[in-house]
């Protein structure tokens, strides 16, 4: 793990295309509205008999302000009431994906995200946290992974002491940038002060897991201005960061038709931010998980990788992949076996469906053969950089070979490259490769050639 990862500037610019980040395969794009209620409640049975634990991701979308660079589901206002109707609806979902479950499975995980979950008060967050324990059988013992998304600007001692009494453990907050210039030109004004005020708190309350986020790329940054962020970060000693690329894509999200193009930085200076970045983080001992993910060694996504049973889901890299994943609220996604089900994206509609006592699933997928195998592959190589043939067909009875024969040519070509070691019986993500993973996974995607390429983000 000490050579995790190379920089090769000429293998990126040859291999920095646009293309999905598999936090599922198939992609979300690729779900269709013939999936509905029926699906889910079959899925459920299934779940229920085969007595699989569970993870549960909690949507909460409202924001008080718009940060120009979101591409979240999240209604922005001022106005605090707005969030008990949505609740109440939340609490009948609960209620009616519950009885379709049995109460001895376990909640491993819990994940509240958004917009921004403490948007609620704390009466609200006590109840829904009550409500959630009432019909789902939650883990007392802070033996599960339950975190919650933060805005510093959103949150205080007191909250998040209100958040440890309720059983949340890991935190995950929001930072991207800290130069005064950059957060102008995003409109996400953030001081380092009350950054560090909600660690220090999380770390006195003896929450387990801390992770900050930063996005390279937005308004106004430069290499030297965002390695001065990146040093701030550092000293806070996050257990865990997501360094995440950002998207200009404004005809897709409205909020970033405020950002100004001409602010944006080059696409030389975005690979100098993240070559930086990358040396920084690698400088204080942190480890290249993939995919913008770094973590210390001893956390538990870099002792899973290590020892390969990291898993990649809707939530990102994950030790839960084992678990059934149930997503609650407006436009949550459910990942149960082999059904990907999303809830309707549109608050007025989720909310409209519940009140009729109707789930408000709008869209999904049921994976076929070819789905179950080509997403085994794909988890391989995302998570682990590697890929044993002989797993794959003892898995699912094929000769792999046999089976991916037309993908011989493109493999070949990236071993030629110096992507891969590609061998008889595997492949190997060398360490020049590791920063483009999605390229390889992408071979492997029987979808591709019929998407949009430009709904998609590019890999650097």
């Known amino acids: 793990m000490l050579d995790a990862i190379r920089w090769d500037s000429d293998l990126i610019r040859r291999y920095d295309l646009a293309g999905p980040r598999y936090t599922s395969y198939p992609t979300a794009v690729q779900f269709h509205g013939q999936v509905g209620t029926f699906d889910l409640f079959h899925a459920l049975r299934d779940s229920r008999k085969a007595q699989r634990p569970l993870s549960l991701y909690v949507h909460v979308p409202f924001c008080a302000n718009i940060c120009y660079y979101c591409a979240c589901n999240k209604v922005i206002t001022k106005d605090r009431g707005r969030a008990q109707p949505y609740l109440q609806r939340l609490e009948q979902e609960i209620q009616l ?4 479950l049995d109460p001895a499975q376990t909640v491993e995980q819990l994940h509240f995200g958004g917009g921004t979950p403490t948007f609620l008060s704390h009466d609200e967050l006590r109840q ?10 939650l883990l007392n013992d802070d033996s599960g992974d339950y ?15 209100l958040l440890r009494e309720l059983g949340f453990n890991r935190v995950s907050i929001g930072l991207q940038d800290l130069d005064p210039a950059v957060q102008r030109a995003v409109n996400r004004l953030q001081s380092l002060e009350e950054t560090r005020a909600v660690i220090d708190a999380a770390r006195t309350l003896q929450f387990r897991s801390i992770n900050i986020d930063l996005i390279y790329g937005l308004p106004k940054q430069t290499p030297d201005n965002f390695a001065r962020t990146v040093e701030e970060v550092i000293s806070l ?7 995440f690329n950002y998207a200009h894509l404004p005809e897709r999200f409205m909020p970033q038709r405020r950002i ?37 060694p001893d956390d538990e996504l870099a002792i899973a990788q290590e020892e390969q049973t990291l898993q990649r889901n ?25 059904l990907y089900c999303q809830n309707s994206s549109d608050l007025n509609a989720y909310q409209n469906s519940l009140a009729s006592a109707q789930l408000a699933t709008s869209r999904g997928l049921v994976c076929n053969a070819d789905d179950r195998l080509r997403r085994a592959v794909i ?46 019986e595997r492949i190997e993500v060398l360490p020049a490769g590791r920063l483009l993973v999605r390229s390889v996974c992408m071979v492997f995607d029987a979808y591709l050639e019929q998407q949009n390429r430009q709904r998609f983000s590019r890999v650097i």
Request: charged share 20%; hydrophobic share 40%.
């Open 128 to 137: 829904l946290m009550a409500h959630l324990r009432k019909h789902f059988n």
């Open 147 to 161: 975190g919650i998304e933060i805005d510093p600007r959103e949150a205080d001692w007191s909250t998040m002491g």
């Open 314 to 338: 809707f939530q990102g890299y994950t030790t839960h992949g084992h678990c059934d994943l149930i997503g609650l609220g407006v436009s949550a996604i459910s990942q149960i076996g082999d």
């Open 379 to 424: 988890q391989q190589l995302i998570c682990n950089f590697k890929l044993e043939f002989a797993e794959i067909e003892q898995q699912f009875n094929i000769d792999f070979q046999g089976y991916f024969g037309a993908l011989w040519p493109q493999l070949q070509g990236m071993a030629e490259d110096g992507l891969i070691r590609f061998e008889r």
């Open 260 to 296: 100004n193009s001409s602010e944006l930085p080059s696409p030389a200076y975005k690979l100098e931010m993240l070559q930086r970045t990358i040396e920084q983080l690698t400088a204080a001992g942190y480890r290249y998980i993939g995919m913008d993910h770094f973590a210390l």
């Open 97 to 100: 994906i519950a009885c379709h």
């Open 237 to 243: 000693q996050p257990d865990r960061l997501s360094v």
